[in-house]
């Protein structure tokens, strides 16, 4: 389509949720599919038809594999000109308090009530509502666009102070573990101690003492006993031994990366941007024919 928009963003339509059929029965790995398109998305559109509120298993995994990207999700209830201004409202409603348990957030993502397709809207419908919620959308589309890069180093950011942290408590492990084995020690004995009580031996407490790290960044104490399940204590090294005269220490880098060269970066990218100019004239949200989806 000729519009200016799409010369900067690629909308993908990946397949819809099934409620009522096996997932087995699609002939491919559903979940794998959304979340590898997840992994790689700026936005995530959400669609909703008002006939089909029903919240179901593959629903459920779908926002379970949304987690952590919720300013990333915006929900759309389409087709809303089929419906009384009266029924809409009562739909909304039902929308909302079926998403409510799987978005869990202090602030829910946008809802955008309109009807995104071709050809006018239904008589005797909320027409003023559905064309300012289509603009509103588009004008959050265009920000997405224009922050891009700057959502992608905040994330680069994120994803650091994880490593970093996993780092940090994986070295602490292996700390406690050499301080706790004796000649006359059984290992498994040892190290099943100390994965299954923690706290005992201050381990994450121990990373909280150091700086920058928040306990709202730390993981689930759960997850180490998992992770050490399938990665045994002995395969890993102390963090000390990762250093080396000319290259320095690789937490050190990822230290420095945080701190200092992804906040640069990203100032250099905000000074760099020309105040004046708004994203819908670059991208052409603010276009005004009589209905930019609509054949004339």
Known sequence: MPHKLLERVTFVDTPGIIENRKQQERGYPFNDVCQWFIDRAD??????????????????????????????IR????????????????????LFWSLAPLINVTEPPRVYVSSFWPYDYAPDTSRELFKREEISLLEDLNQVIENRMENKIAFIRQH??????????????????????????????????????PDKFYIFKSILAKTNVSKFDLPNRDAYRDFFGINPITNFKPLTSQCSYIGGCLLDKIEKAITNELPALLSGIN????????SCEVTGCGEKPKNRYRKN
């Open 75 to 94: 929900i759309i209830l389409n087709k809303a000109d089929n419906l009384a201004t009266q029924d809409l409202m009562r739909v909304y409603g039902a």
């Open 43 to 72: 936005l995530i559109f959400v669609v909703f038809d008002p006939t089909k509120l029903d919240v179901g298993l593959e629903l459920e995994m779908l926002f379970r594999q949304l987690k952590g990207r919720e300013s990333q």
């Open 271 to 278: 000074s760099g941007k020309q105040p004046g100019l708004s």
């Open 160 to 197: 650091a102070i994880r490593v970093r942290i996993h780092a940090l408590l994986v070295d602490r492990y292996v700390q406690t573990f050499k301080e706790k084995m004796s000649f006359f020690s059984d290992p498994e004995l040892v190290f099943q101690e100390i994965v299954d009580e």
